[in-house]
């Protein structure tokens, strides 16, 4: 069962665009909300997270929303760059218990020229 | 950011024999470390939860007995596959936090091959 869900495996988006990254979980415990790129064979790095009493929370240009009720959360990058092409991770935890996180099976960005 | 560093990178062996991987947190005492394991385009998979001084709590479905983890300090972690076989061929990855309410901090990972 899949607590947190990344549909798309892949989006393409054009230099300078935005690019929105969406994720689902099913997990109504989760109140705390990551999201991590990674590059091929290393390991992943953090970039920006939220809490479930926040709906929106921005750092530079990432984005994440929150919407609890439709479990949904989503990344923004505006605008998109060449490096910003890699492996993007969803992540999940609850606050409470051991804080373990739950990933998301990710999705490829790739900023195209 | 917090820098968590992983030792090997690489590491082939052979079947049979066992390898340990060490995770380390730099700059930070990690109350709590978590190693995954990511097979070829998929997910990071929670193998284990380890508290500094306690025994690990694994995932269902991962074998203790083969996956053996030592949380011997506040800053270093090990991951120890015993009698490791072609199907453990993967990436392992480690993690740790150094409060309950942070984000996790990545090593850069183990590519682990049995041959």
């Known amino acids: 069962d899949q607590q947190v869900k990344q549909n798309s495996p892949s989006l393409s988006v054009q230099e300078g665009r935005i690019s929105i990254l969406n994720c689902d979980y099913t997990?109504?415990?989760?109140?705390?909300f990551l999201w991590y790129k990674k590059y091929p064979a290393e390991g992943p790095t953090f970039l920006i997270s939220?809490?479930?009493?926040?709906d929106k929370n921005e750092d530079g240009r990432f984005t994440v929303f929150l919407n609890k009720s439709a479990k949904h959360l989503s990344l923004h990058i505006v605008p998109s760059q060449p490096g910003d092409s890699a492996v993007y991770f969803c992540?999940?935890?609850?606050?409470?218990?051991?804080?373990?996180?739950?990933f998301g099976s990710g999705t490829r960005l790739s900023i195209r020229p | 950011g917090a820098v968590v560093s992983q030792h090997p990178s690489r590491v082939i062996c052979k079947s049979g024999t066992s390898v340990k991987i060490e995770c380390r947190s730099l700059?930070?005492?990690?109350?709590?470390m978590f190693w995954y394991r990511q097979f070829p385009k998929q997910s990071l998979m929670l193998m284990a939860t380890?508290?500094?001084?306690?025994?690990?709590?694994?995932e269902q479905g991962v074998e203790k007995d083969k996956f053996l983890i030592n949380h011997a300090s506040l800053t270093l972690s090990t991951l120890t596959v015993t009698s490791a076989h072609p199907e453990d061929s993967s990436f392992y990855i480690c993690?740790?936090?150094?409060?309950?309410?942070?984000?996790?901090?990545f090593g850069q990972g183990t590519r682990l091959t049995v041959v």
């Open positions: 380890s508290n500094e001084g306690s025994k690990a709590t694994y």
């Open positions: 993690s740790a936090k150094f409060t309950r309410n942070t984000e996790a901090f």
């Open positions: 939220i809490s479930s009493i926040k």
């Open positions: 997990n109504s415990m989760f109140d705390y």
């Open positions: 992540a999940a935890s609850e606050r409470s218990s051991a804080s373990k996180i739950i």
């Open positions: 700059d930070f005492q990690a109350t709590t």
